[in-house]
Each structure stands twice: as C-alpha cells, then as structure tokens.
C-alpha cells in the first residue's frame, strides 16, 4: 500500500471532491459540474482529485466506485483513500471490525453488493458476510481500493482524506492521521507548510483557512456535495446543494 505523498506536474486546476458516501447521484452531478466548469473556460489544464470515502452510508457504494474505476471527470483524475475504504479492506481480512464498521455505514456497502446484513445487524455472521463480500465485489474493486494513494502534493496544496498531525513534516505523517484525525488537526493554527486539503469531518459549509481547506459538507445526508476549485491563490467552490 502506498503511503507516501508523491508529487504531481502542477495542473492550471485543481479540482478536489469531498466525501462522496455512496451517492452516485451526486457523483454524477458533479462531474456534470466540473465539465461545465472547464467548458467555460477552455484550454484549460486539468486535474481531479477526490478525498475518499466512497463508501459506506449513502445507498450506491457500489455505484460510486464503478464510477470512479472509470473517471467519471472530463481531466486527468488521482482517488485518495478514505478512513472507510481502509475498514472495507481490513473487514475482508479480519471480518471483526464489523462490529465498528457496522455501525459507520458498513451495512449500506454490504446492501449495495447484495450481501445480507440481517445477522450483522445483530452481530453475527460476521466471518459469512465477509465471504459473501469478497465473492460479490468484482476484482477491478478490490484492486481500485488497494491502489488507492494516500496523499498527495501538488504545488502549493497537500490533499489527503483527513487532515495532518501539527508539528510532524508532510513527508512523515503516518496513514492513521492521514485517515483518522481529526481534533489535534482541526483546532490547529500552525502553518503545516503547505495548504492542507481535505475531508473527513462534516462541516455545514466548506471550510476556508489560512492553512486548510475543508471539503466534507456531510453530503449523504445533506445532498450537497462539494468541490474546491484550485486556480493558483484562488479558491472558489463547486456545489450540488439542493
């Protein structure tokens, strides 16, 4: 698994998708949007990057990431894991972390595969499900989450799935902050160094710091999925809010 941060070539755009959670629908939305977007302004070089969590919660796990295989985006496009995508590959290996899992949107992924979740449901069956799950996720899945990069450093933004831990250098952060934290990186006012992009945590609106952007606006409950547009310094936000 690849826990570095490789750099990318720097891109005239940046466009970074927060947690998509299983709604397909707004996955298409808003590659529908970012298509606009370019459309309005041509010649433009590209890139695409979603924060992870693809899974879990919203009602088309499935869906979403057969999307994702296949870049829905009208540019180049890198996916980062999610702390969801790192249960879904532990659960197959160790099918005990459902009781964790179940509880975090791991039914919904299950449903979604057409694996039966009565007995998880109640807390059992957990080693069945887990057979059922590797025998029902096509390989192209499997190998999709396994590639699935970490981080990444692109000019003058670091994007990864949750956030940093204040005072360590970007290129020794470890993938359980990388994935997990939240409170020690949120209250934080440090200068981590570049500007970090990421998701995780539900905020009502994105989040626009002196040293992170925010793109999780909680978008299997709220319908509203966004998208930080990076044009150099400048910052602005794409949104399917209803």
Same mark, same amino acid.
């Given at each position: 698994?690849?826990?570095?941060?490789?750099?990318?070539?720097?891109?005239?755009?940046?466009?970074?998708?927060?947690?998509?959670?299983?709604?397909?629908?707004?996955?298409?939305?808003?590659?529908?949007?970012?298509?606009?977007?370019?459309?309005?302004?041509?010649?433009?070089?590209?890139?695409?990057?979603?924060?992870?969590?693809?899974?879990?919660?919203?009602?088309?796990?499935?869906?979403?990431?057969?999307?994702?295989?296949?870049?829905?985006?009208? $540019?180049?496009?890198?996916?980062?894991?999610?702390?969801?995508?790192?249960?879904?590959?532990?659960?197959?290996?160790?099918?005990?972390?459902?009781?964790?899992?179940?509880?975090?949107?791991?039914?919904?992924?299950?449903?979604?595969?057409?694996?039966?979740?009565?007995?998880?449901?109640?807390?059992?069956?957990?080693?069945?499900?887990?057979?059922?799950?590797?025998?029902?996720?096509?390989?192209?899945?499997?190998?999709?989450?396994?590639?699935?990069?970490?981080?990444?450093?692109?000019?003058?933004?670091?994007?990864?799935?949750?956030?940093?831990?204040?005072?360590?250098?970007?290129?020794?952060?470890?993938?359980?902050?990388?994935?997990?934290?939240?409170?020690?990186?949120?209250?934080?006012?440090?200068?981590?160094?570049?500007?970090?992009?990421?998701?995780?945590?539900?905020?009502?609106?994105?989040?626009?710091?002196?040293?992170?952007?925010?793109?999780?606006?909680?978008?299997?409950?709220?319908? $509203?999925?966004?998208?930080?547009?990076?044009?150099?310094?400048?910052?602005?936000?794409?949104?399917?809010?209803?």
């Amino acid at each position: 698994m690849n826990t570095s941060h490789p750099s990318a070539s720097i891109p005239d755009r940046i466009y970074v998708v927060g947690d998509v959670h299983g709604r397909s629908d707004l996955l298409d939305r808003m590659a529908e949007a970012i298509s606009q977007d370019l459309r309005e302004t041509p010649g433009q070089k590209a890139l695409a990057v979603t924060v992870g969590d693809y899974i879990d919660r919203g009602h088309d796990s499935r869906g979403v990431l057969e999307r994702l295989i296949n870049n829905p985006f009208p $540019c180049d496009y890198i996916p980062l894991k999610g702390n969801h995508e790192a249960l879904f590959e532990t659960f197959l290996n160790d099918p005990l972390v459902a009781e964790h899992w179940r509880r975090l949107g791991g039914l919904e992924t299950l449903v979604s595969y057409g694996v039966p979740v009565r007995g998880l449901m109640i807390g059992k069956d957990y080693e069945q499900a887990a057979r059922s799950l590797h025998s029902a996720v096509p390989p192209e899945h499997l190998s999709f989450i396994s590639s699935l990069r970490i981080s990444l450093l692109v000019g003058r933004y670091f994007i990864c799935h949750a956030g940093v831990r204040p005072g360590i250098p970007l290129e020794r952060q470890t993938e359980e902050d990388l994935l997990w934290i939240r409170d020690q990186f949120l209250q934080s006012r440090a200068d981590f160094g570049k500007i970090v992009v990421h998701g995780h945590t539900p905020a009502e609106r994105p989040e626009l710091l002196p040293n992170r952007i925010n793109v999780d606006t909680g978008a299997y409950m709220t319908g $509203c999925l966004t998208c930080a547009v990076l044009d150099g310094e400048l910052v602005r936000f794409l949104s399917t809010q209803p």
